[in-house]
C-alpha cells in the first residue's frame, strides 16, 4: 500500500485526525503506509472493513479525484496545518483549490441587505482575479458563489457531506454550475457520509484554512460562521467583517467582530487591499527586490513601543495602552499596521499576539 492509499484508508476510518497519525507514522518510522499496516482497528466509520480499492473505484464512477498529502496536487496552503484534512474529495479543477483565495460566509436567514453585499463583494473579487471559497449552504454562502459566477470567476465550494450525499439539495444545481465553469466541489469526508452536527464545524475549518483571508458578511451572535472566523484567526488568516444596522440580529455578529479586532469593510477595495500582500501572483516583469539595511529596523518608533509588549500569549490592547503609554485610538492605529505588514495576528478579545 502506498501512502497516498494510506491517507484514504485512515480518512475512512473513524477516530483518526491529522495529530493522531503523525503520531503513529512517527512511531512506525515516518510512513503513513507502513502506520497503516501496524494499525489494529481497520474498520470503516460504517462499521465494516476498510476498502480503498471501492472507495477509488467510487471516485472514478462520480468523476471525482481523492486528493492526499501525498499528492502533488493538495493545496499548499493547507500543508502543516492543524486538522488539515486527510484526503480531500473533489469535483471539478484541482488546481481551483489552490488559487489565490477570500471565503466570504455569512447567515443562512440573509436580509436583502446581506444577500446584495455578499454578491457584490463575490463579484468584484472574481472580476480582480481572486478566487471566492464558501460553503454551499443557503444564504450568504450561496450569494458568494453566486457573485463569483457571475462576474465568470472562479468559485469552490465545500460541503458538509460526501459528494454523493450532497447537501443542502437545493444548491445541487449550483455545485453542478461551480464545477463547470472552472471551479471545484470539495470534502473531506468519504462516500456516503451524511451532513450532521459534527460535520459542519469540520467543514468550516477547511474554508478558512483555504482562505487567505475570511469576510463575514452577515450573521447573528450564535452562528456557525463565527467558528469559521474564530478558526481564521488561530490560523493567522485575517479576519473581515462587513458592518451593518446596529439594531440588526442579523448583523450583531459582525458587528461583535469588528469590535473585537476583525478588519472593517465596507467593499471589495478595502478586502483587496489587506490581502494582495498575501497573493502569490507575481508581477509580469520580476526584479530583483532591493536588499534591506540590516540598520534599519522593520518597525517605525511607535510600533516598536507596541512589539515590546507583544508575545505569543497575546496581550490586550488596554494593556498596550497602559504599558505604552499611547492613546487607545493611536495603539489600535499601530496594531492594525502591525497585522497588515504580518508582524502580529489578532486573537479573540481583542487581544494581539505574535504570528504564529
Not at 123 to 138: H, I, K, M, N, Y
Not at 139 to 157: F, M, S
Not at 319 to 338: C, D, F, I, Q, W
Amino acid at each position: 500500500m502506498s501512502d497516498r492509499q494510506a491517507y484514504i484508508a485512515f480518512n475512512l476510518t473513524d477516530h483518526i485526525g491529522p495529530a493522531k497519525l503523525e503520531r503513529l507514522a512517527e512511531a512506525a518510522g515516518g510512513s503513513v503506509a507502513a502506520a497503516w499496516e501496524a494499525y489494529p482497528e481497520k474498520v470503516s466509520r460504517t462499521g465494516g472493513e476498510v476498502d480503498v480499492a471501492a472507495e477509488e473505484e467510487l471516485a472514478k464512477r462520480y468523476g471525482v479525484k481523492i486528493v492526499t498529502p501525498a499528492d502533488e496536487g493538495y493545496p499548499a496552503r493547507l500543508r502543516g496545518v492543524p486538522g488539515a484534512p486527510l484526503a480531500l474529495y473533489v469535483k471539478g479543477d484541482v488546481a481551483a483549490l489552490s488559487k489565490p483565495m477570500v471565503a466570504i460566509v455569512g447567515t443562512r436567514r440573509a436580509t436583502q441587505y446581506g444577500h446584495a453585499v455578499a454578491h457584490r463583494l463575490a463579484a468584484d473579487l472574481a472580476s480582480a482575479g481572486w478566487c471566492v471559497v464558501s460553503g454551499l449552504a443557503l444564504g450568504i454562502d450561496a450569494d458568494g458563489h453566486r457573485g463569483a459566477l457571475d462576474a465568470r470567476g472562479l468559485t469552490v465550494g465545500v460541503i458538509g457531506s460526501g459528494l454523493d450525499r450532497f447537501y443542502p439539495e437545493r444548491n445541487r444545481d449550483l455545485a453542478r454550475e461551480i464545477v463547470a465553469n472552472g471551479g471545484a466541489v470539495a470534502s473531506q469526508f468519504p462516500f456516503g457520509r451524511p451532513a450532521d452536527e459534527q460535520t459542519f464545524p469540520i467543514r468550516n475549518h477547511v474554508v478558512a484554512a483555504l482562505a487567505q483571508g475570511v469576510v463575514a458578511v452577515e450573521c447573528p451572535q450564535k452562528s456557525g460562521t463565527l467558528i469559521t472566523t474564530g478558526i481564521a484567526g488561530d490560523l493567522g488568516r485575517p479576519v473581515m467583517a462587513v458592518p451593518g444596522q446596529v439594531n440588526s440580529h442579523m448583523s450583531a455578529g459582525c458587528l461583535d467582530l469588528i469590535r473585537n479586532g476583525a478588519i472593517l469593510v465596507r467593499n471589495a477595495d478595502d478586502i483587496i487591499e489587506v490581502l494582495s500582500p498575501l497573493s502569490p501572483r507575481k508581477p509580469a516583469k520580476e526584479e530583483p527586490a532591493p536588499a534591506r539595511d540590516p540598520e534599519v529596523p522593520p518597525y517605525t518608533v511607535e510600533e516598536s513601543l507596541v512589539m515590546l509588549h507583544v508575545d505569543a500569549v497575546g496581550v490586550s490592547v488596554d494593556e498596550l495602552v497602559a504599558k505604552t503609554g499611547l492613546p487607545p485610538r493611536k495603539v489600535n492605529s499601530l496594531a492594525m499596521e502591525l497585522r497588515l505588514k504580518g508582524f502580529v495576528r489578532f486573537l479573540p478579545g481583542n487581544r494581539i499576539a505574535l504570528p504564529r
